[in-house]
């Protein structure tokens, strides 16, 4: 299967990481549809100048000089609404060709009409309070953006590429092409994904891994992008294009997150023009249908409008979900968990099942020797120093892992031969020794028959060592479990998410490993291509299901799932596909991700439920005669600010009580 084929819409979303820029992102609370950029700093200091003004004017008794002051903090602090109510309703209203107002236009047409029947101090203190607001949603939208802004910081911009004669040029990152030979003085930023190729490097990897410890690179050793070099010099040869190193990737991931909005928030920002429209019908309405059923004056109806047109605004219900959803992001990504989108973030807190890749994702993708034995304990020292200096000429996992189970206590410099199928073998001091699995012409010896089928039946892979062609060991080897994997299993059991592992090993390998870490519901001996038809198999018997994988072979899976989540050390095609990226191998990411999703869909249910509460609350005393145009703004405004100061704390580190 394809990378391109693996890309593909889910439930109505694209999760190709590529996005729509011409979709307004940041639209939020009342600030409608800003398809121009303004001076915020000019905005902000007209405002202090009709901030002014209103104070001159309490100083001054009622009548037009008071009046005067009042239009003028209007016209200064009220600008930018006025301009964004009219000009943007008019914008967008002739680009769909339907009418299609924000919610600025309300604001504005509640402050003209306050001042049509002289209320200028009313028109002013909605004004004042809704542009403050204004501001503040501002400032709460880039403080929960402050660690993506922190993250494209990062990028590096510039290399020093060499020639054929080593001489340095100092060029964009943009320019190095794959092949290019590039030098990393100390300090630096290793600008793209590449090959040492001469020197030794001390890289702080901290920006793609995590890894607080800087690690030791030398030539032939892969070093990232955005990566910064200590104290030594070295060259690199580019092995990836800059926009496809793993910080781009990064990149991108984060600029989708900011880019798709939660199903509540997308529910919101669409029903927000149809709300606005129904409250313009339903002002002119109040107004008049209170002169038939009342006994108020036309004064008291058209101000009994005005309030209603403040107090129905749904501006706290828009910065309901926008504010939480983009905190929880930014949280997220400090802890280095990526989320492609606030969609795939909701979805999370609800799901039912989690499926899990086995190999590098439960385990640590390294086996390690957990048994040995051999028939004579007298030799078997010796025997050890013939093994790990077979092993030490071979380039495989299991290799590897003897070597660190073993120490030799002699070191012996030996010819060896690997056979394909066969293993391992050499001669030494007139006799022969092989290491490899068991032949079908092999017969175990009766001390040792037990152990085999003992470490058989418990998954592990077990490897014979003969000495001329009699079996005279046992070595046994197994892909342990991750650290903090059991807690992640009993994490999720404990909030009734049913566990799944989907592995291609044998059915004694997949259940030995489900059974040491929590996990009851095994697939084994799955072929790439049908996982994810298991994946389908789990949504239809569970629902909501989430997909942890790391490899190629998982990108069907991870696509196919609800929410993919890839292991940050995985393949690129993985990471391409799937909703999220955990940047360093540990599970324990995703529990904490799982905890915020379910506190930020809790957090936007409160706002929501504050929103209507008091829309229902100020319209209710509006009828009754009981409230002003500025208390209407005070509570109006106020809700509007507690539900995004509501939604900031999910900027804030979970609680312990809350892990």
Known sequence: MSQDSLIKHKSGINKNIHFDKHEPSDQHSCKGHQNHSHSHKWEIILYFVGLAAFLMARFLPSGWGANLLDFVTVFLAGNHVVIEGITD???????????????????????????????????ALLILIFAGAHFLEDYAKNKSKKEITHLLNMNPTKARRLDEEDNVTVVDVNALNIGDIVQILPGDQVPTDGIIVKGIGIIDEASITGESISQEKTTGDLVYGSTINHNSTFTMEVTTESDKSVFGQILRVVEESQANLSPVATKIKKAEPIYVKAILIFVPFFIFGSQLITNWDWYTSFYRGMVALVSSSPCALAAAAIPASLSTISNLAKRGVLFKGSDYLANLGSIQAVAFDKTGTLTAGKPKVTDYIFVDDKQSSYWVDIIVAMEKGANHPLANAIIEKFTANKGFDLIVENQIGQGLSTEYNGSTYSIGKLQKNDQLPNDLVKAYKTYSEAGKTTVLFKENDAIVGLIAMLDTPAKQVKKVIKYLHDHSISTYMITGDNKKTGEAIAQSIGINNVYSNVLPENKAAYIQTIQTQKGLTAMIGDGINDAPALVTSDIGFAMGEGTDVAIEVADSIIMENNLEKFTYAHRLAKKMNRIVKQNIVIALLVVLGLNSLNIFGTINLAISVIFHEGSTLLVILNGLRLLLPLAKEEL
């Open 89 to 123: 309703t008019c914008q967008e209203t002739k680009t769909r060709n339907k009418f299609y107002p924000n919610l600025h236009l309300l604001m504005a047409l509640a402050a003209i009409g306050a001042m049509f029947i002289g209320q200028f101090h009313e028109a």
